[in-house]
């Protein structure tokens, strides 16, 4: 086994040549990233106020085809905004899936709502169709108020919140389709998977919002920094205003129409996130580059990889293998972090935190299954 992980370590520090310490992913800063944020200082708007946030909110919706786009701190509070616009209420279930980064389901329980874990198909790694319609149809109904409800729990199933897991998109039309009949509305967790599309649509556009994540891990960072699009005029307006503490727009007044959020972007990390958005499609190019060198290893090695759907185009944040079990899967981890190759698990599982675990779900097998052999390796642009 040693000598598979050496050969698999080798192989991956021949593709970042030079360097000592491989990262999992790394920003890249080649563009006109300095100049941007020159400016912004130069100017004096580094705050909420600038031409680079609203610029950065075009960009988006012209990258992604939607209609609207609201900048925000980050990828958390997108998210927490998202279910709130959706209506989500306190005491409401949200349902979403136990693989994810603990974000996704810290936003459902900002509002008291509860997450309602099902599970992730194999292939995708994203929320499975099947488990959400077969848990819906043993489990849920929709009463006299046109909304449905968990007949274990009693609780409102109001909205569901699907990831594109580490850039591969999730069946997500079909999650679509099955919400739609349940009156359940879809807010995409699209964090990871800014430059992903689902059957030529850009990941986080098929719900009724999606939400990004700019944060320095991802593909493109801002620092910190999120993103909502959206088709719904009245939800963008809304959540603007609910960005800016839902200040009522006057020359002097502060007059505030609602409780609000300080959670717009600022000017300076907008700035990144403009210079970083230009490079996109380079860098998109470059990854998936990366992945299909990877996959090509992994093919010779007899090793399973996760890959896209043959309806998707991935942009690769994150490339996984798969190894036999925990055990292997424990072994590649102490081996490539000993040996200069950064690699992570996949997330605890979120229903086996002591926040959740009295959250109700569905069989989990699938995620189980899956966190048991996951391993992320590095998979940074290399230009
Ligand atoms: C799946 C997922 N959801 C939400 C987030 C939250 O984004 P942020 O870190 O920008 O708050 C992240 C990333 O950090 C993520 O990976």
Same mark, same amino acid.
């Given at each position: 086994m040693q000598d598979l992980f050496k050969n698999i370590a080798d192989f991956i520090k021949s593709q970042f040549p030079g360097q000592e310490f491989i990262p999992l992913h790394k920003p890249i800063f080649t563009g006109n990233e300095r100049k941007y944020v020159v400016e912004t200082i130069d100017s004096t708007? #580094?705050?909420? #106020?600038?031409?680079y946030v609203n610029r950065f909110e075009e960009m988006m919706c012209h990258l992604t085809g939607t209609s609207y786009a609201v900048a925000l701190v980050n990828g958390t509070n997108a998210l927490h905004l998202s279910l709130l616009m959706v209506g989500v209420e306190k005491g409401d279930e949200v349902i979403s899936q136990s693989l994810t980064f603990i974000a996704t389901c810290n936003a459902i329980s900002y509002i008291g709502a509860h997450p309602l874990f099902l599970d992730i198909d194999?292939?995708?790694?994203?929320?499975?169709p099947n488990a959400v319609k077969t848990y819906l149809e043993q489990n849920a109904e929709i009463k006299s108020d046109g909304f449905t409800y968990n007949k274990i729990t009693g609780r409102r199933i109001k909205a569901c919140v699907p990831m594109h897991t580490f850039g591969l998109p999730c069946r997500i039309d079909e999650i679509v389709k099955i919400c739609n009949a349940w009156n359940i509305t879809l807010v995409e967790d699209a964090a990871e998977s800014i430059g992903s599309y689902y059957k030529g649509q850009h990941t986080g556009t098929i719900g009724k919002i999606g939400v990004f994540s700019f944060n320095g891990n991802k593909t493109i960072t801002s620092g910190g920094g999120g993103a909502l699009v959206t088709n719904d005029e009245a939800i963008a307006k809304k959540a603007k205003h609910l960005t800016t503490q839902a200040k009522v727009q006057h020359p002097w007044e502060f007059i505030h129409d609602d409780i609000g959020y300080n959670y717009r972007m600022p000017n300076l990390n907008a700035a990144l996130a403009c210079a970083q958005l230009e490079q996109l499609p380079k860098f998109i190019e470059n990854k998936r580059e990366l992945a299909a060198i990877y996959h090509a290893k992994f093919e010779e090695l007899n090793i399973s990889y996760c890959k896209e759907l043959s309806n998707a185009k991935a942009n690769y944040w994150l490339n996984a293998i798969l190894l036999h079990n925990r055990e292997e899967r424990d072994a590649f981890l102490t081996y490539m972090n000993n040996n200069g190759v950064m690699s992570r698990p996949a997330w605890e599982l979120l229903h086996r935190l002591p926040m959740f675990k009295n959250t109700p779900k569905g069989v989990l097998e699938n995620s189980e299954w899956i966190a048991d052999r996951l391993v992320n390796i590095p998979s940074s642009v290399r230009l």
């Open positions: 708007f #580094v705050s909420s #106020v600038g031409e194999k292939d995708s790694i994203g929320l499975s």
